[in-house]
C-alpha cells in the first residue's frame, strides 16, 4: 500500500516566524488532505488538495502530485498554530483505505 | 448542522468488558470511517463503509466489529476490551470515498485496565 512521510518530525518556532512542512507519498493519489490536530485532540480539515495550490489566510498548501509531495506553508506563526499536523491520502487506486503520516509536532513560542 | 457527533466522549473499561462507540453524521455523506489514535502516533484506519449496508476491513480490524445501522450512523464495538485498545478513537464521514474530503468527530478517549 501507499506510504506517507512527513519531515520535520518535530519543529519549534519563534511567534511571527514562517515554516514550511513536507509530506511525501509512494504512489500516485487522487486525495491530499492536511489536517490540524490542536492541543485538545481536535482534527481540524485545513487544505483538501490533491494537486496545485490553496491559501487560506496565513496558511497555504502545494501538491505536486507527479512529483508525490506536498508541502503546506505557515507564515508569521502564531502560539495557536501550535499541535501535530498531519497529511493522508488514498492511492490513485480509489480504495478508501486512507493513511495518515506520522505527523509534524509544532510549537510557537511567544 | 453538528457535523460528525460521537458518544461518549470518555470510557473507562475493565478488560472484558464490551462496549459500543456511537457515531453519527448529518452531512448526507455516503461514507464512514472509524480510526484509532494512540499516543505520539499518526491514525490508522479500523474498518470503513463505503456506502450503507457495506463495510470493509481497514488497517488494524483485530478486536472490533462495526455496524453500518443507516446513512447516517456507524457504530463501532469491542466485544472484549484489552488493554491494548486504550486509544483515542475517531470517527469520519466523506461524500463518496477516496477522492473526498474526510470530516472528523471530535473522538472518544477509551481506556482499558
Known amino acids: 500500500g501507499i506510504q506517507v512521510e512527513q519531515s520535520p518530525p518535530d519543529l519549534i518556532l519563534q511567534e511571527g516566524a514562517n515554516s514550511t512542512l513536507r509530506c511525501n507519498f509512494s504512489?500516485?493519489?487522487?486525495?491530499l488532505q492536511w489536517f490540524h490536530q490542536n492541543p485538545w485532540g481536535q482534527l481540524i480539515n485545513l487544505f483538501y488538495i490533491p494537486s496545485g495550490t490553496k491559501q487560506n489566510g496565513r496558511l497555504s498548501a502545494t501538491t505536486v502530485a507527479t512529483e508525490r509531495y506536498s508541502l503546506l506553508y505557515i507564515s508569521s506563526s502564531q502560539t495557536t498554530d501550535s499541535g501535530v499536523y498531519f497529511c493522508a491520502t488514498v492511492g490513485a487506486s480509489g480504495t478508501y483505505k486512507y493513511i495518515f503520516g506520522t505527523g509534524t509536532r509544532l510549537k510557537v513560542l511567544a | 448542522n453538528a457535523g460528525v457527533t460521537q458518544t461518549p466522549k470518555f470510557q473507562v473499561l475493565k478488560t472484558g468488558q464490551s462496549m459500543t462507540l456511537q457515531c453519527a453524521q448529518d452531512m448526507n455523506h455516503n461514507s464512514m470511517y472509524w480510526y484509532r489514535q494512540d499516543p505520539g502516533m499518526g491514525l490508522r484506519l479500523i474498518y470503513y463503509s463505503a456506502s450503507e449496508g457495506t463495510t470493509d476491513k481497514g488497517e488494524v480490524p483485530n478486536g472490533y466489529n462495526v455496524s453500518r445501522l443507516n446513512k447516517r450512523e456507524f457504530s463501532l464495538r469491542l466485544e472484549s476490551a484489552a488493554p491494548s485498545q486504550t486509544s483515542v478513537y475517531f470517527c469520519?464521514?466523506?461524500?463518496?470515498?477516496?477522492?473526498?474530503?474526510?470530516?472528523f468527530g471530535p473522538g472518544t478517549r477509551l481506556t482499558v485496565t
Open positions: 469520519a464521514s466523506s461524500n463518496t470515498g477516496g477522492g473526498y474530503e474526510q470530516y
Open positions: 504512489d500516485s493519489v487522487n486525495n
